[in-house]
């Protein structure tokens, strides 16, 4: 008795040692110098707060009561969504029948057969029997198989999060991107009458006054054409962006409610957190790590296939079968089997198992170490953009007032002066339609760096 509790104990001890048993840990991963500074080029941003811009629910991120309505069809009606739903139910169904694996398996399997020799009287044999077969898990084959499971469903859990936070970043920019064209299209279509008034002036002029000849007319006809030329293109592209927002929205192709451009109010407090905040809060870096503890998990069960495989096996019938000494009326017979298969030979399967399976588990490393690194980048470059676009804003909102006035003292000295050069009038109308366009695309930059950071910071959960 005491040889054989030395030998197990041992073996015990043997199976510990070899890993099968344990538990997947994250590996050690340096964060710290994830997010780059902004303030210097060599650095990396040392941030000690504890809550991010993706930590907050996306109502208070997106306060526009329109875009609010966008991002709820969406989320109710967005098939990409719809379908990552479902995968999550079917990683838990893979889930439970994994747990289920402990159980032994029944089965009933009623038999009956009739006989007759050289037309004699018929012999009737029948049999009611209910098998059972367990697998016992010595060896750590069904905890890993369990375990695997649960990072499985956990990563389709994350894969979720991911389109869903994809979707409300996906809706936002599309949204924000209508409200800049609509901007650009009433900045052109005063430019289009500003410029239109200039050359029915210089047609005037050239008609009944001096100073003012055929190159002048022609060159503020092209300018007027020029800025009423790209109306349609502008029209166009709101029309483009109004069916990808209706498609994700599950939608027919048509109009989307809005707002405007400048009654937009978007958070100025752009916490990042600390590094190690992407592992947790990033679905997708979280699912790369969750692929990883998958690819641990079935090394553990790849080294488990080269130990025993113990199974009991047994069943109970109500039979009347002679051969087993039973003649009517029935009786009860019972069997149980014990099995144990020790592999010996397997023409190199197992250790080309074992060595796929640590391959697989070296590059999901890589996949999660390389999702990190993403994470970081996407929140530096977010950080970056809205940076250089409030300060390209300030600077050109500076700049416009400069132009507007520039515009009003060259068409009075146009009116004023016979000698004026009118090439300065139509200079100053170029430039600040220009610089109009410029502000509004920074303003949207500015937006989109929001929406950007948000994603890059795992928002979008709530």
């Not at 930590?55 to 991002?71: A, E, K």
């Not at 998958?294 to 296939?305: L, P, Q």
């Not at 490393?365 to 950080?383: H, I, M, R, Y």
């Amino acid at each position: 008795m005491k040889k054989t509790v030395y030998l197990m104990l041992s073996c015990s001890l043997l199976f510990g040692s070899c890993g099968i048993y344990n538990k997947y840990e994250r590996p050690n991963l340096d964060t710290s110098d994830l997010i780059r500074d902004l303030a210097t080029t060599t650095s990396s941003l040392s941030s000690t707060d504890t809550t991010t811009l993706g930590s907050i629910p996306w109502r208070q991120v997106f306060t526009d009561i329109y875009l609010q309505q966008l991002i709820d069809s969406a989320l109710a009606n967005n098939t990409d969504l719809l379908s990552a739903a479902l995968s999550v139910k079917q990683a838990k169904a893979m889930l439970s029948a994994a747990k289920l694996a402990y159980f032994p398996s029944f089965s009933f399997s009623p038999n009956g057969s009739l006989t007759s020799w050289n037309y004699g009287q018929a012999n009737r044999v029948y049999s009611l029997p209910i098998e059972a077969s367990w697998t016992v898990d010595l060896f750590g084959s069904l905890t890993n198989a369990k375990r695997a499971q649960q990072a499985a469903m956990l990563q389709a859990e994350d894969y979720q999060r991911a389109v869903r936070s994809g979707l409300i970043a996906n809706v936002a920019n599309c949204y924000y991107t209508l409200l800049m064209l609509d901007k650009q299209l009433e900045i052109s279509r005063n430019s289009e009458q500003l410029t239109k008034q200039t050359y029915e002036m210089m047609v005037q002029r050239k008609k009944y006054a001096s100073g003012v000849d055929e190159s002048a007319v022609q060159s503020a006809k092209a300018n007027y054409y020029g800025v009423k030329a790209s109306i349609p293109e502008i029209e166009r592209q709101i029309r483009e962006i109004e069916n990808s927002l209706s498609v994700l929205l599950c939608e027919a192709p048509g109009y989307i409610k809005r707002g405007k451009l400048e009654n937009q109010q978007l958070t100025s407090d752009l916490s990042v957190g600390v590094g190690v905040q992407l592992l947790a809060n990033r679905p997708d870096v979280h699912a790369a790590e969750m692929n990883l503890a998958n690819c641990f998990y079935n090394v553990n069960k790849a080294r488990s296939s080269f130990y025993p495989n113990i199974s009991i096996s047994g069943s109970a019938a109500w039979t009347n079968n002679s051969g087993a000494g039973i003649v009517n009326p029935g009786k009860v017979l019972a069997s149980a089997v014990g099995r144990l298969t020790q592999p010996i030979f397997q023409r190199g399967q197992l250790v080309a198992q074992l060595k796929v399976a640590k391959a697989q588990q070296e590059q999901a490393f890589l996949a999660w170490q390389q999702s990190v690194l993403k994470a970081g980048s996407e929140v530096s470059n977010a950080l970056t953009l809205y940076q250089s676009s409030s300060k390209r804003s300030e600077l050109e909102a500076v700049q416009i007032e400069s132009l507007l006035r520039n515009v009003e003292v060259a068409e009075k000295l146009f009116k004023a002066k016979s000698d004026y050069n009118y090439l300065n009038v139509i200079s100053a109308q170029q430039s600040l339609l220009q610089a109009q366009l410029s502000k509004v695309a920074d303003d949207f930059n500015k937006m989109q760096a929001v929406v950007n950071l948000y994603y890059a910071l795992g928002g979008g959960s709530k």
